[in-house]
């Protein structure tokens, strides 16, 4: 493995300004190639942020950039083949949330990835809160019993100028979904991991109410969760608050004790507003100052940009040191898995079960 890693970037939109800046500040990395089908966009791109070689094809890029590592930031339809580009090119690969919009899709890229024998990582930098981290220590250290009841509210707004900014959102086919898919991914992976362990069955409704105009997929979800260990959870999550009133993930186990992580507003670091366990104050925190308008995405996107970056950079040296990065492609299916479900038993009226992988 050469000292520094040659990395390269695929899709050079939104979200691809927190990648660039994550591996460009990490010492162990060298930007060497971006990628967007844009070919105006992959120019731009590579100029504002000094990258050499910039590519209108995948193909080309992982052909001709030598790369040891690449990052996906391209709309859900393009994530499979990209992953499946990389893993045959022999590049470890980060992805996007969501990993795919199809179980199918998933599991090709897990297996192509464990063929290849390459790091497959996907971004979940919620993760890496510092408030998370302390409520899953919390739960693995024992303080709170044993998980019994799991809950993650979504309350985000959401408006026109969001859904048509580009053709692929609000789509069945090329979104692969809504507020679930989009949104609360980030939530349910945070909830399945605080609580220690997989979702194993599920009950839900998806509903449009309110962006009907703009969107075919849901803007409105409510299910419940049936955990491996028995534990119960709520999701409750929607894109149509006036502001948005944030997100919150909250855990209570047998001991009584409570722990919350919430994210308030939307972008800024999470902070434990619920935390009772005894003789613990460290992470209680109040909640967070009023807000009358919802923070521009771009405001959003910066407040998480610190967290792209440990993400970033416990992927990097998981691919250093030849180890699993804290957020594999297994666990990014989970989460995905539990979406769908939710879909699956609002389409059907019935439970989802869903098999351990
Ligand atoms: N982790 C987070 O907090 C977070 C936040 C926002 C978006 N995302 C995810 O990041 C991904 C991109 O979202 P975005 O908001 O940046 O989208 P975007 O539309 O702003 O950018 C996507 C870019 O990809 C390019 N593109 C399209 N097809 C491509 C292909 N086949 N190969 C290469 N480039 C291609 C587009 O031209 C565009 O420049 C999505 O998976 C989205 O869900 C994650």
Not at 10 to 33: D, S, W, Y
Not at 149 to 165: E, K, P, Q
Not at 222 to 232: C, H, M, R, S
Request: charged share 20%; glycine share 8%; hydrophobic share 40%.
């Amino acid at each position: 493995m050469p000292q520094r890693l040659r990395v390269g970037i695929t899709g050079c939109g939104r979200i691809a300004l927190n990648h660039v800046k994550a591996l460009q500040n990490n010492p162990a990395v060298e930007l060497v190639a971006v990628c967007d089908v844009d070919p105006g966009r992959a120019a731009e791109f590579a100029t504002t942020f000094s990258v050499p070689e910039h590519y209108d094809d995948l193909g080309r890029m992982l052909a001709n950039a030598k790369l040891d590592a690449l990052t996906v930031a391209s709309p859900h339809p393009a994530h499979e083949a990209a992953v499946l580009a990389a893993a045959t090119a022999g590049v470890h690969v980060l992805c996007e949330k969501p990993i795919a919009i199809t179980l199918d899709e998933a599991d090709r890229m897990i297996e192509a990835a464990d063929t290849a024998g390459i790091t497959f990582g996907a971004l979940f930098q919620r993760r890496f809160w510092e408030a998370s981290r302390a409520a899953k220590l919390a739960v693995t250290r024992g303080d709170l019993g044993t998980p019994t009841l799991g809950s993650m509210t979504l309350r985000l707004g959401r408006d026109s100028a969001y859904f048509n900014a580009d053709p692929w959102r609000g789509t069945w086919t090329a979104d692969g979904g809504g507020v679930l898919i989009n949104q609360a991914i980030h939530y349910i992976d945070l909830l399945q991991w605080i609580v220690g362990c997989p979702v194993v069955r599920v009950t839900g409704r998806i509903a449009t109410l309110k962006h009907g105009a703009d969107i075919e997929v849901e803007d409105t979800a409510a299910a419940t969760l049936e955990f491996e260990n028995g534990a119960l959870g709520v999701v409750s999550a929607a894109t149509t608050y006036s502001p948005g009133l944030g997100t919150q993930v909250l855990v209570t186990g047998t001991s009584g004790a409570t722990v919350s992580v919430t994210e308030f507003p939307e972008g800024e670091p999470a902070y434990c507003d619920i935390w009772t366990i005894p003789g613990q104050t460290t992470y209680r925190l109040p909640y967070g100052t009023d807000v009358e308008s919802d923070p521009p995405l771009s405001k959003v996107h910066e407040g998480l940009m610190p967290y792209h970056a440990q993400q970033i950079d416990d992927f990097i040296a998981a691919v250093l040191e030849g180890r699993d990065p804290l957020v594999t492609g297994r666990e990014a299916r989970n989460a995905l898995a539990v979406v769908l479900a939710i879909y699956e038993s609002s389409r059907t009226g019935m439970p989802i079960e869903l098999p351990s992988v």
